[in-house]
T-cell receptor, first 118, second 110 residues
Framework: DTGVSQNPRHKITKRGQNVTFRCDPI?????LYWYRQTLGQGPEFLTY????????KSRLLSDRFSAERPKGSFSTLEIQRTEQGDSAMYLC????????????????FGEGSRLTVL | DAKTTQPTSMDCAEGRAANLPCNHS???????VYWYRQIHSQGPQYIIH???NNETNEMASLIITEDRKSSTLILPHATLRDTAVYYC???????????FGTGTLLAVQP
């Protein structure tokens, strides 16, 4: 499968614990995005990378959240001291960063990592 | 990024065309209109996008009004597998950061 891969698919944790999600984008996609989705809502933008550089962070990304993309390939999203309000689906998407006619505007999403904080 | 307005839900009979409207009256000149859909428990899936002209691909057609303040996604022959939440998004630009709303839940009825 050459799509966007996210692990783990499901994570149940107790409040106060740290969790880390991993995203493997489509090979050679230099842009990577993280979104969060709660029940009944559309995905909310959290942050995005171009290669290893984190270029934008949403106000939703509190200081308990940190995202990295150390080598410009896979990315991790860590949540420290989890709270019940962090329960959500965390979605990763990637995109080729070309401009012009080859830039289809298409984001390729993974299946998401569902977090439940007890 | 411009905001979009979509109906909360719609029904469509299997085999008929599904026409999903979207209003984006504050769209700016360089913003695209994107449509994605999300089937239950899956990540969003790209359908189509356009700037000014109508677009068609193997999944759907996108009709954008001349003033670009609204658009319609057309699924020509809806099937049960098209039951999903459909998101109309305006924006993109240099970052391609897409801001999702709550979308339209399309229920295709047998």
């Amino acid at each position: 499968d050459t799509g966007v891969s996210q692990n783990p698919r499901h994570k149940i944790t107790k409040r106060g614990q740290n969790v880390t999600f991993r995203c493997d984008p489509i090979s050679e996609h230099n842009r990577l995005y993280w979104y969060r989705q709660t029940l009944g809502q559309g995905p909310e933008f959290l942050t995005y990378f171009q290669n290893e550089a984190q270029l934008e962070k949403s106000r939703l990304l509190s200081d308990r959240f940190s995202a990295e993309r150390p080598k410009g390939s896979f990315s991790t999203l860590e949540i420290q001291r989890t709270e019940q309000g962090d329960s959500a689906m965390y979605l990763c998407a990637s995109k080729a960063g070309t401009s012009g006619p080859a830039n289809t505007g298409e984001l390729f999403f993974g299946e998401g990592s569902r977090l439940t904080v007890l | 990024d411009a905001k979009t307005t979509q109906p909360t839900s719609m029904d469509c009979a299997e085999g008929r065309a599904a026409n999903l409207p979207c209003n984006h009256s504050t769209i700016s000149g360089n913003e695209y209109v994107y449509w994605y859909r999300q089937i239950h428990s899956q990540g969003p899936q790209y359908i189509i996008h356009g700037l000014k002209n109508n677009e068609t691909n193997e999944m759907a057609s996108l009709i954008i009004t001349e003033d670009r303040k609204s658009s319609t996604l057309i699924l020509p022959h809806a099937t049960l597998r098209d039951t999903a939440v459909y998101y109309c998004i305006v924006g993109g630009g240099a970052t391609n950061k897409l801001i999702f709303g709550t979308g339209t839940l399309l229920a295709v009825q047998p």
